[in-house]
């Protein structure tokens, strides 16, 4: 079971600003690093945004941002767009040598 | 620039073996090894193992332990992932990516989609 968990869909509408989050879930780790978050749009491989909890990938938009706050981690994507829609995975490195991932949200614009 | 390029297109009997390479560009190999991450029809991604480029060393998840190899051949700075007694749940399509040790991962193959039949 992943002890990462997102919520597995969220909509929103152009032009709205959005939130996903992703929960660490499970104590049976030694520890987590920084979270970092990943755009997936179908049949493409996955596209780093967000490392360290809020530093945006070389070439990310502004309009995507992260923060934490205590075992959440969230991704905020505001001025949606139609291009937004995607899958978003969060990942995080734990006990010195594992990396786990969420289970994923779906986005629909 | 940075690339990974993999492997084409597999398909296989139950029981056999895959091999699928990632030949990288843009960065030295044996200074950033590979991870492996997998992702079956329409479900997440799930991280398999990562290899240093620079002495081999590797890492394993559990769920592959005993199944899995990863090694690498600097002289080509190609990286490889092999599944043994493949299983129809090993249906995915197996990506690489930059990174060994790291809490994420830059740069990534376009995939490389494996069915395994019975």
């Known amino acids: 079971q992943s002890a990462l968990t997102q919520p597995a869909s969220v909509s929103g509408s152009p032009g709205q600003s959005i939130t996903l989050s992703c929960t660490k879930t499970s104590s049976d780790f030694g520890g987590y690093s920084s979270v970092s978050w990943y755009q997936q749009h179908p049949g493409k491989a996955p596209q780093l945004i967000i490392y360290?909890?809020?530093l945006r990938s070389l070439g990310v938009s502004y309009r995507f941002s992260g923060f934490q706050a205590g075992n959440t981690a969230s991704l905020t994507i505001s001025g949606l767009q139609a291009e937004d829609e995607a899958d978003y995975f969060c990942s995080s490195f734990i006990g010195g040598d594992t990396v786990i991932f969420g289970g994923g949200t779906k986005l629909t614009v | 620039q940075v690339q990974l390029v993999q492997s084409g297109t597999e398909v296989k009997k139950a029981g056999a073996s895959l091999k699928v390479s990632c030949k990288v560009s843009g960065y030295t190999l044996s200074n950033q090894g590979v991870t492996w991450v997998r992702q079956a029809p329409g479900q997440g991604l799930e991280w398999m193992g990562w290899i240093s480029g620079h002495n081999g060393n590797t890492n394993y998840a559990q769920n592959f332990q005993g199944r899995v190899t990863m090694t690498t051949d600097t002289s080509r700075n190609t990286a490889y992932m092999e599944l043994r007694n493949l299983r129809s749940d090993d249906t995915a399509v197996y990506f690489c990516?930059?990174?060994?040790?790291?809490?994420?991962?830059?740069?990534w193959g376009q995939g490389t989609r494996v069915t395994v039949s019975s």
């Open positions: 360290d909890v809020s």
């Open positions: 990516a930059r990174g060994w040790r790291v809490n994420y991962f830059d740069f």
